[in-house]
């Protein structure tokens, strides 16, 4: 399964975010063998970005891992609001 995680970052916030963000995916790669990406919308609104994380070829279980891993990478007091999950599987 495919996770796609997006919510808002104020500009102000975006590189202590960025900085907390990036070794958690990491981590996660490196644990449970996900594809990782780290993106953001090109243009910003009202001082804010959107951002989305990737976890490709996640396997089960990895929501807990997931909560765990932002929970542990303090990341919810530099974004705006909450993170949306979606998750995707391949039509096959």
Request: with cysteine; net charge negative; proline share 4%.
């Amino acid at each position: 399964m495919d996770y796609y995680i997006y919510y808002r970052v104020r500009d102000a916030q975006a590189l202590s975010l960025r900085e907390k963000v990036m070794p958690m995916q990491a981590a996660l790669q490196r644990q449970y063998q996900v594809g990782t990406a780290l993106k953001r919308r090109p243009d910003a609104h009202n001082g804010c970005q959107t951002w989305m994380e990737v976890y490709l070829a996640a396997p089960e279980g990895f929501d807990a891992a997931l909560a765990d891993a932002s929970a542990g990478a303090q990341i919810a007091p530099h974004i705006d609001g909450e993170r949306h999950i979606e998750r995707f599987i391949a039509v096959l």
